[in-house]
């Protein structure tokens, strides 16, 4: 034990040196060119049109709140609810908003629920499980289930970013779900996944891949055991891939290749590895965590042919007996 402690100072002592000097002696030395900025074209809060909905998870006995998108027309419906990514959520979020409207328009009821302890919900995200937030999410199909005025035969779910982490966990425990949607959610242990994204903001930074590599151990600890420590011990040890393994319902989980902050393709690899068939994986090239278009100016920060997956996906899995004027037959 006392090795392992002399060991660990020695590198906390090294990264100390690395993270003064670094910046000093190579300042000059280092041109770290960066592209410039693209503009990309995504939905406004003001270009939708949504009920402002509440809902109760009452296995936790929280309040809830959120948005509810509903396509025109008289139905029926499939519908999905959204789960968020990391941090707290914003009602105006371009990227959710992109996907949300475009399902909307092409026939898919949306729940955006509000993340517990975002604008109109109630709790703490910071100190909750994954496992706790699972039951937001339950509790929003529930809610969706209830609806008199809304003909909806169909539900499935849409993990974004973290949120993909958590679908898996839904998708086992839901009776109600039909099908489920990965959208760049990794899939290996939280801890694995935090040292990844540091190496990365490391590099962004200006840093030498080697460097980067060695100073993302001290950054990723000082994150886990500090800054964010709360939100680690309630996270950081959850791995969605026994997960993925026991579930059952029809599966899209889609990557950009250029991902800096999940390890977009040995996600994609363990997922195939597992060799299950309701379980369908797309990399996209060239896109980021955004699976955004890689190229060109102005174009939609979600990209049109992975919208265009999800909803053929939608349909797909929800068509057996989904007649609605949107449906596929």
Do not use: C
Not at 40 to 55: A, C, N, P, Q
Not at 113 to 141: H, V
Not at 209 to 219: E, F, K, V, W
Request: charged share 20%; glycine share 10%.
């Amino acid at each position: 034990m006392a090795n392992v402690m002399r060991k660990f100072l020695k590198l906390v002592l090294y990264t100390g040196l690395i993270l003064f000097f670094v910046p000093v002696v190579f300042t000059q030395a280092i041109n770290v060119v960066k592209p410039n900025g693209r503009q990309f074209d995504w939905v406004s809060l003001g270009e939708t049109s949504y009920e402002d909905i509440r809902f109760k998870n009452n296995q936790q006995d929280i309040d809830l709140g959120g948005m509810l998108f509903v396509p025109e027309g008289d139905g029926p419906f499939p519908a999905a609810v959204i789960i968020h990514g990391s941090g707290p959520s914003r009602r105006d979020s371009g990227w959710y908003l992109t996907i949300t409207k475009y399902l909307q328009d092409n026939g898919v009821v949306v729940l955006l629920p509000d993340k517990r302890g975002s604008e109109q919900s109630r709790g703490d995200w910071r100190s909750s499980s994954f496992e706790d937030l699972a039951t937001d999410t339950l509790a929003g199909i529930d809610f969706l289930r209830e609806q008199e005025d809304i003909e909806i035969l169909h539900i499935g779910i849409i993990g974004m970013s973290q949120g993909g982490r958590i679908a898996p966990l839904v998708a086992r425990q839901s009776s109600e779900a039909a099908y489920v949607v990965n959208i760049v959610g990794g899939s290996l242990p939280g801890y694995e996944s935090l040292y990844y994204e540091e190496v990365h903001n490391l590099r962004q930074m200006g840093f030498l891949p080697g460097i980067s590599d060695l100073m993302a151990y001290p950054t990723s600890f000082i994150l886990i055991n500090v800054t964010d420590r709360q939100y680690w011990n309630s996270v950081g040890n959850f791995n969605p891939l026994p997960h993925w393994n026991e579930a059952t319902l029809p599966a899209l989980n889609l990557y950009g290749e250029a991902d800096t902050n999940v390890p977009s393709l040995e996600s994609a690899r363990v997922l195939q590895e597992l060799n299950k068939p309701n379980i369908e994986v797309i990399v996209y090239a060239g896109s980021g965590h955004a699976l955004e278009d890689p190229k060109g100016q102005g174009n939609s920060i979600f990209r049109t042919d992975a919208l265009q997956k999800i909803l053929d996906f939608i349909f797909k899995n929800t068509s057996h007996t989904y007649g609605g004027p949107y449906g596929i037959n």
